[in-house]
């Protein structure tokens, strides 16, 4: 079983296409080749596949990285399920965890959500899309600041707050409140639970 992101930029044509296009390459050529693992598309629209056990950490990886650009945003369509063919290129891979995640993206363009999840068991989608729901109205309003320490913290478990003060040239307090606003605690605790449920599939 595998997890699909499909994803696509919100306000991207408001924005230095340049900028955000170079950062989501770099991030996303952390985790896999183009364009076997991952692939931008359509000029705003990306899918990636990565494991079950990592894709709410990678979901938010993208999530802060975006948001750390103003004005952007970024919707993502979470698709848990079988890869049935592996192409050498991502997007002509097929496979319920593709179909799940591709419907869905067209689904949240249509409902106003920036981020939701389908596998094959409806009662882990309900449970996990409220989950979901609850949180993105946090993150969808996350600050640029707020988003740049969330990234840190993301890509870096290790980083120390005295680390990201020197990082952000900030006070330790600063960065304190920071990650106390964004609920950084919540969030890890969140990402165990998401992965607990998804592990029961």
Not at 62 to 85: P, T
Request: hydrophobic share 40%.
């Amino acid at each position: 079983m595998i997890a699909v992101i499909t994803g696509d930029i919100i306000n991207s044509q408001h924005a230095d296409t340049e900028v955000w296009i170079t950062r989501l390459k770099n991030l996303l050529e952390n985790w896999g080749s183009s364009p076997l693992a991952w692939e931008i598309y359509r000029g705003d629209e990306f899918q990636f596949k990565c494991s079950i056990d990592e894709v709410f950490w990678r979901f938010l990886a993208i999530k802060s990285l975006i948001r750390s650009q103003e004005n952007l945003d970024v919707r993502i369509a979470i698709g848990i399920g079988e890869e049935n063919f592996s192409s050498e290129k991502i997007t002509e891979s097929n496979g319920t965890a593709y179909v799940h995640s591709g419907r869905l993206l067209n689904d949240l363009k249509s409902d106003g959500h920036t981020v939701s999840i389908k596998t094959s068991n409806e009662a882990v989608d309900r449970d996990l899309n409220i989950l979901l729901k609850w949180s993105s109205k946090d993150f969808d309003s996350w600050t640029v600041a707020t988003a740049e320490i969330i990234h840190e913290m993301i890509m870096n478990q290790d980083i120390t707050q005295e680390d990201l003060a020197r990082k952000f040239a900030i006070s330790q307090s600063s960065v304190s409140q920071r990650l106390k606003r964004a609920n950084y605690d919540l969030i890890v605790e969140t990402n165990q639970y998401f992965r607990k449920k998804i592990s029961e599939l």
